[in-house]
């Protein structure tokens, strides 16, 4: 696989190589807040309904209202037409950051609190970082393996602190919340291309509708647990397919149009505070103590990564290319 580097602006279409236009306004930022706030919603929402949905089912409900909230405003755009390229772009994104993401976290929110869950997940601006090492041929720093090395030490902090015998956690629930961190990082250096040439409801729509597919085998299950979950519980996971999916992946992907990959996931370091505080107000929870201390460090170690791939695009800037991913 090859790709292009995340931290490289792509530009628009008609940009003339230089920033898309709307880049300096408003619009960019206030879609980076609604992602914000939506998403970090969606780990409390998800937490709350672990005892309704078993995860399949879950994923397969959020997408399917996702996808169906989406449709009718992706075909008043048109009907999209992605290049071959393209639509092997877009089924990976739907496959990973769709389906396994969806599956992976639902699992691993029934075991760790929601808080946990969102710093977990935080780790994929790092792996953002290893990924443009492997693929784009940038140097593997020690700036670089020290991030990694901190950011690491800090995802044990929190498994260590979530397996202590108080049934809040388990090991298990730590890996199941670290694969959606790299299907992410996966998923945003092939989604950076597809949002200078397709409009961000468009891909958020395809990707999505894939993710249903891929999530079709727990149809019979999420039948069955619409059928025994209270109505609140269903009005919950609707929720979770309109607002943290269809728009907040909408708006993630406008944002990502504007933004380079690198800056705007610095911005999701926001989710895990917000999450904590949305968990504490509506699920009366909060990661272990020692938890807290493993973020910071998971976090350290992130900003310590992307300071030393800041620096070196200062030194060598890359040149922007078209999306050569397969």
Excluded at 26 to 46: D, E, N
Excluded at 102 to 122: K, W, Y
Excluded at 168 to 193: E, F, N, R, W
Aim: glycine residues 10%.
């Amino acid at each position: 696989m090859t790709a292009v580097d995340p931290a490289v602006p792509i530009p628009a279409p008609g940009a003339g190589g230089g920033r898309a236009p709307g880049t300096s306004g408003l619009l960019p930022l206030v879609a980076v807040a609604v992602t914000l706030v939506l998403w970090a919603s969606a780990f409390v929402a998800i937490r709350h309904l672990a005892h309704d949905f078993s995860a399949g089912a879950l994923s397969l409900g959020r997408l399917a209202a996702g996808a169906l909230a989406l449709a009718p405003v992706a075909l008043a755009q048109g009907l999209p037409s992605p290049s071959r390229r393209q639509w092997v772009s877009i089924v990976t994104i739907g496959v990973l950051w769709f389906g396994i993401y969806n599956l992976s976290l639902n699992a691993g929110e029934q075991r760790v609190d929601a808080g946990t869950a969102a710093m977990l997940i935080q780790v994929a601006p790092v792996l953002i970082a290893v990924l443009a090492a492997l693929f784009l041929g940038e140097r593997f720093t020690a700036q670089l393996a020290a991030g990694l090395a901190l950011a690491f030490s800090g995802v044990v902090v929190i498994g260590l602190s979530t397996s202590g015998g108080d049934n809040t956690g388990d090991l298990l629930g730590v890996v199941l919340c670290l694969v959606p961190a790299v299907v992410y990082a996966v998923s945003v250096i092939l989604q950076k291309p597809l949002v200078a040439d397709l409009s961000a409801v468009h891909v958020t729509w395809l990707a999505c509708t894939v993710g249903v597919v891929t999530c079709l085998p727990w149809a019979g299950r999420l039948v069955s647990e619409v059928g025994d979950a209270p109505v609140s519980s269903t009005l919950w996971l609707v929720y979770l397919g309109v607002f943290p999916t269809a728009i907040a992946f909408t708006t993630y992907a406008y944002a990502l149009r504007h933004m380079t990959a690198s800056a705007l996931g610095v911005t999701t370091y926001l989710v895990p505070p917000l999450t904590i505080v949305l968990g504490l107000v509506f699920l009366d929870e909060v990661p272990p103590a020692v938890a807290y201390a493993g973020g910071a460090l998971a976090l350290l170690g992130v900003g310590v990564a992307r300071r030393a791939r800041g620096r070196k695009a200062v030194t060598a800037p890359a040149v922007p290319g078209q999306d050569p991913r397969a």
